[in-house]
């Protein structure tokens, strides 16, 4: 069987070929352009426990085209369809049978053919650029990625799945944007790439170190956007107004559930105060130095520093002994091979990073289900704080915030008519 399929009879007798597992990379338009303003060209489909792969023709101008429903018909029939993005895959098919094994691979490699490169040098702007790429270039580039990841193709932690599903979630909301103020602090390479009708959209990188995403995309980081500029009065509502939910003392909580410490989120800073004999805003400072550089000999004698020391020093243990580590609710594995310059508290630190997104996921899907079909979205999303676009009309208010008391959070909130809070 030839690996170009042009129409449903080519596409049927490769359905006929019975196999269970499949490994699909999506060929989208363009490369750099958000994959929710983007569209499909080609599909690459290898087969697990076949010898070659195949690529299915949507809109290409060297072929004939398929109906895109007859492809997610397709990949409904199968057990299980590997994806090395399934953020990005869940905006061109949508699908249950799907598995993320890019967070157990190393690090990608890039492997674009020369003929990528000429076409992206030449034509950075084009939009629909993979549409004149030779199809045979695609399918050699793709080839060459399977090769990268198929001995990963194998079942992978399901909180995965999750975590994609999740950040899709919010990227798919975008942010609305106030031209007026956003061209005067942002210069894009190309609006087209990630703005359409006054809508931003972010794209989380779910493969950071220790879990916790990044968010930036056509050179804006979101993830760190000032303060003190007014770049923020950029970012508006579409309905009545955003409401910013900032979780308190996140990881001195949680590391007090990692300990089983009983103590409520807002006596934290309080009790460390009172046994340090400071004021409370000198005791958040020296709590986020004990936390994140090592606990000072002089205050290890309170109860929570004398166990969260215990509690990295076994997790260091482990570490050395066994040569990795299992993080708390994401099950993500920190392996001592692929770590550098990892000591005790730097590793600790790695945990409390992995379970803040861990838990946040939780939280986030928890909020999602009271969203759904909802006006209300939830479009930002950095580390501690949750920005919501709210619509009034739906009172959802206290819906959201008794998700963060279900998970023992003490939280603070803003509303504002932009972002600049």
Same mark, same amino acid.
């Given at each position: ?6 129409? +449903?009879?080519?596409? &049927? ?5 019975g ?6 990379e ?15 060209s080609?599909?690459y489909? $290898?087969?697990v ?15 004939? %085209?398929?109906? &895109? ?30 598995? /993320? ?7 990608? #490699? ?6 990528? +490169? ?12 993979? #549409? ?14 399977y090769?990268?990841?198929?001995e ?11 975590? @994609? ?13 106030? #031209? ?17 009708? %006054? ?12 879990? $916790?995403? @990044? ?17 923020? &009065?950029?970012?508006?509502? #579409? ?6 939910i900032?979780? @308190?003392?996140?990881?001195?909580? =949680?590391?007090?559930?990692?300990? %089983? ?7 934290i ?19 986020? $130095?004990?936390?994140? *550089?090592?606990?000072?000999d002089?205050?290890?004698? !309170? ?12 997790? !260091? ?13 994401? *099950? ?14 730097? =590793? ?16 986030? !899907? ?6 759904k079909?909802?006006? +209300? &979205? ?10 919501? /676009? ?14 963060? /008391?279900?998970?023992k ?13």
């Amino acid at each position: 069987m030839f690996w170009l399929l042009e129409n +449903t009879s080519q596409l &049927k007798q490769f359905y006929n070929k019975g196999y269970d597992e499949i490994f699909v990379e999506v060929i989208p338009f363009h490369d750099l352009v958000h994959p929710k303003l983007n569209k499909v060209s080609l599909v690459y489909i $290898r087969p697990v426990k076949g010898r070659k792969g195949f690529i299915i023709c949507i809109d290409h101008s060297e072929t004939m %085209s398929i109906d &895109k429903s007859h492809i997610l018909a397709l990949f409904k029939t199968y057990k299980t369809v590997y994806t090395t993005d399934q953020k990005n895959f869940l905006y061109y098919f949508t699908l249950n049978n799907l598995v /993320d094994i890019s967070f157990n691979a190393p690090e990608f #490699r890039e492997v674009n053919t020369n003929a990528h +490169t000429f076409f992206y040098t030449n034509h950075p702007s084009k939009l629909d650029i993979n #549409r004149l790429i030779p199809v045979v270039k695609h399918y050699e580039k793709c080839e060459n990625i399977y090769k990268q990841y198929k001995e990963y193709c194998y079942e992978q932690n399901k909180f995965y799945s999750k975590i @994609s599903k999740v950040f899709y979630a919010i990227e798919n909301n975008g942010i609305n944007i106030n #031209r007026k103020y956003f061209d005067k602090h942002f210069e894009l390479p190309n609006d087209s790439f990630s703005i359409n009708n %006054s809508r931003i959209y972010t794209s989380y990188n779910l493969h950071t170190t220790t879990g $916790r995403p @990044s968010n930036a995309f056509n050179s804006i980081n979101f993830a760190a956007l000032g303060k003190d500029n007014g770049s923020r &009065k950029s970012f508006v509502p #579409r309905n009545n107004h955003f409401l910013e939910i900032d979780i @308190s003392a996140y990881h001195p909580t =949680l590391a007090a559930q990692l300990i %089983s410490y009983p103590t409520h989120p807002e006596q934290i800073y309080a009790e460390f105060a009172k046994v340090a004999k400071v004021g409370i805003k000198e005791a958040k400072e020296l709590m986020f $130095r004990q936390l994140y *550089g090592g606990i000072m000999d002089k205050y290890k004698f !309170w109860d929570y520093f004398e166990q969260v020391q215990d509690y990295i020093d076994k997790l !260091w243990n482990q570490y050395q002994t066994v040569g990795y580590i299992n993080c708390p609710v994401s *099950g993500h594995i920190f392996h001592k091979s692929k770590l550098e310059n990892v000591n005790s508290n730097k =590793l600790f630190n790695y945990v409390l990073q992995n379970l803040e997104t861990s838990n946040n996921v939780k939280i986030i !899907w928890d909020i999602l289900k009271i969203l759904k079909g909802k006006n +209300t &979205k939830l479009v930002l999303y950095t580390y501690d704080a949750f920005l919501f /676009d709210m619509d009034e009309n739906e009172n959802l208010t206290e819906d959201i915030k008794q998700v963060f /008391d279900k998970y023992k959070l003490s939280i603070k909130t803003k509303i504002g008519h932009n972002y600049d809070f």
